[in-house]
């Protein structure tokens, strides 16, 4: 993102089980809580119900609170700015993922201890700041999430949501081997180290799977910490959950393709191959015993196979590109 999209305002004032508690950490962390240093980030889009009291309740647990404006066109700047709180304003409406960038950009200018993110209508209780930052305080994790359904956690989640989740959980982690309850989490608390390493090129709503995909990669440590979150009564911009979900399902299946091509092309031109070759033996046995020959299915057969053989050859050639892209960029 160019420096002339943000403005910002004067300031003011190895791989973990996720389900591993982490109260131990916090009790520690809260002994020197008035020595560690949080950066906030809340990312807004025409949140003016909600982020005024976000603002100011999270200043109580922060160094810093920086708001980032994604081209909001209600006071939600006016207001943040009344709050004492860092504002960074886009002149037009980018997306969450750019917000977050921006962000980024704006925590490696800093020396804080940890950082932190939350959204800015309502959802989040910024109470729950210790709790979330407790592991990247206490060096046991590079990035926490604030899951909304580790056990025995209650949750507000209607349940068409929770299902969605859950399928974008399983497209996120992938065959990762790592145990993540809520991957869309928008709670998330970072180390000095991950800021520094991870890297946000969506814009869209995607960007909550990128980050744990980035994390994974980057062979940060990851750990989650329950969460409280609130539905009702919250009048912020979310999304339709199925459109969401689907430009969020959308997103990962590009990354997919782009990290993992021979499982997105390959697999399908396998599936494809087999169910060519079988319509095609199908057509000759019926022509061998019958004497009918089937022009459609041996068109189908045949156009299916071909496709097929392509999307096997396209994977292998492009997992072996991706693999050596890979390579030199470790032998830097």
């Known amino acids: 993102m160019s420096q002339e999209s943000v403005t910002p305002s004067p300031r003011g004032g190895e791989h973990e089980s996720a389900e591993v508690s982490f109260s131990s950490a916090a009790e520690t962390v809260a002994a020197a ?47 943040a700015q009344q709050t004492e709180a860092t504002v960074l304003e886009h002149g037009d409406n980018k997306g969450k993922g750019q917000a977050l960038r921006t962000f980024f950009e704006y925590a490696r200018s800093t020396e804080y201890d940890a950082f932190v993110i939350l959204d800015g209508d309502g959802q989040h209780l910024p109470t729950e700041i210790p709790d979330v930052v407790a592991p990247v305080e206490a060096g046991e994790a590079d990035v926490v999430v604030g899951s909304r359904y580790l056990e025995d956690s209650p949750t507000e989640t209607p349940f068409h949501r929770r299902f969605g989740q859950q399928v974008l959980d399983v497209l996120t ?38 980050m744990i995909g980035n994390a994974i990669e980057q062979d940060l440590k990851m750990a989650e910490v329950a969460i409280d979150v609130r539905y009702d009564g919250i009048d912020g911009q979310t999304f339709n959950p199925l459109r969401h979900g689907l430009g969020v399902a959308t ?25 060519g070759v079988a319509l095609g033996v199908d057509a000759v046995l019926l022509y061998n015993s019958q004497g009918a020959f089937a022009a459609g299915q041996t068109l189908v057969s045949v156009f299916l196979t071909i496709i097929g053989v392509l999307g096997v050859f396209c994977g292998l050639v492009l997992n072996r590109m991706s693999n050596m892209i890979n390579e030199l960029k470790e032998e830097r």
Do not use: C, W
């Open 33 to 79: 809580d008035e020595q560690i240093e949080r950066l906030i980030g809340i990312p807004a889009y025409n949140e003016s119900v909600g982020i005024g009291s976000t603002i100011l309740a999270a200043q109580q647990f922060a160094t810093e609170v920086v708001v980032i404006d994604d081209g909001s066109s209600d006071n939600t700047v006016e207001i």
């Open 173 to 210: 982690l992938g065959s990762s081997g790592r145990k993540l309850s809520d991957t869309q989490s928008g709670f998330r608390a970072f180390s000095p180290d991950a800021i520094d390493r991870l890297s946000i090129r969506t814009d869209g709503m995607g960007v909550e799977s990128e």
């Open 251 to 275: 997103f990962i299946l590009k990354l997919i393709r782009d990290r993992h091509p021979l499982m997105f092309f390959g697999g399908p031109g396998i599936v494809f191959t087999f169910v």
